[in-house]
């Protein structure tokens, strides 16, 4: 077995547009747990390492690892990228999402000392469908980067057309997906309710310092020592409330129009 000084992993479970990004600047700023970010892609990508086994994925826990307390890391794993992690780890043909997340964990609670994660949903999955569909109409997935990044090359992020059908069935296509992994999220909590912890987006976006103690107290409970610093930032959308209403609409009328 590979010799790693990380004792203590902080997993932050979710998928995307849930709020991921914030909820990994609050597991950051609380201090103590690591720096969760998707260092995982890398052994997804075109990039991948060609040899299977758990050192690449120990070396992607690692740039996770926290700058005061070298023993603790953090990472932050999409469901989606569970199977290709449950194969390096065994081996194995690829799992089904949900066997494939606990696979993983199951690891991590062998080879850590203490293991606690952070369950991320939307409960609104058209919400999250719709903002998958902007994020990819408009190339900006983080408000603040790349938002930025597209008006000094004159590509607003709200620039693209709501209405059309090509639009509206990116969002068709999201919404069972975002469905079934709230779902899976959900079951996965239940199934390690010693170690996990289940936040809300609609929590995390309206209360920034509760979400800061939460995630605190759960880790504390488990033998954590986090610093319990609330964490400075806000939530940005890509579209305001009035553009979202009328995605909506425009969303409505895609389906009764298309419902006979």
């Known amino acids: 077995m590979t010799a790693t000084p990380i004792k203590e992993l902080t997993i932050v479970l979710a998928s995307q547009r849930s709020g991921s990004t914030v909820l990994c600047q609050d597991v950051t700023a609380v201090g ?7 260092y995982f892609l890398k052994l997804i990508g075109k990039n991948k390492p060609q040899n299977p086994g758990e050192q690449p994925v120990l070396e992607a826990i690692l740039q996770g690892q926290d700058p005061e307390r070298p023993e603790a890391a953090a990472i932050k794993m999409m469901l989606n990228q569970a199977p290709p992690i449950a194969t390096y780890i065994d081996g194995a043909a690829p799992l089904p999402p949900a ?45 603040d980067s790349e938002a930025k990044k597209n008006e000094k090359a004159g590509k607003p992020a709200q620039d693209f057309d709501h209405s059309s059908d090509s639009f509206q069935l990116e969002i068709l296509k999201a919404l069972p997906l975002f ?33 800061a103690q939460a995630i605190a107290a759960h880790t504390r409970a488990l033998g954590f020592s986090p610093q319990g610093q609330p964490s400075n930032r806000t939530l940005k959308k890509l579209v305001d409330s009035d553009r979202s209403a009328q995605i909506k609409a425009s969303f409505r009328a895609f389906v009764e129009r298309h419902s006979g």
């Open 32 to 38: 103590g747990l690591g720096v969760p970010n998707e």
């Open 99 to 143: 066997q494939a997340t606990q696979r993983v964990i199951d690891w991590a609670r062998d080879r850590f000392e203490r293991v606690a994660i952070i369950a991320l949903v939307r409960d609104n999955s058209l919400d999250q469908a719709i903002s998958k569909a902007v994020a990819n109409a408009s190339q900006t997935w983080h408000q």
């Open 179 to 211: 469905i079934r992994q709230k779902k899976i999220i959900q079951k996965i909590v239940r199934q390690n309710t010693d170690i996990a912890h289940l936040l809300r987006y609609d929590d995390i976006s309206a209360q920034p310092d509760e979400t």
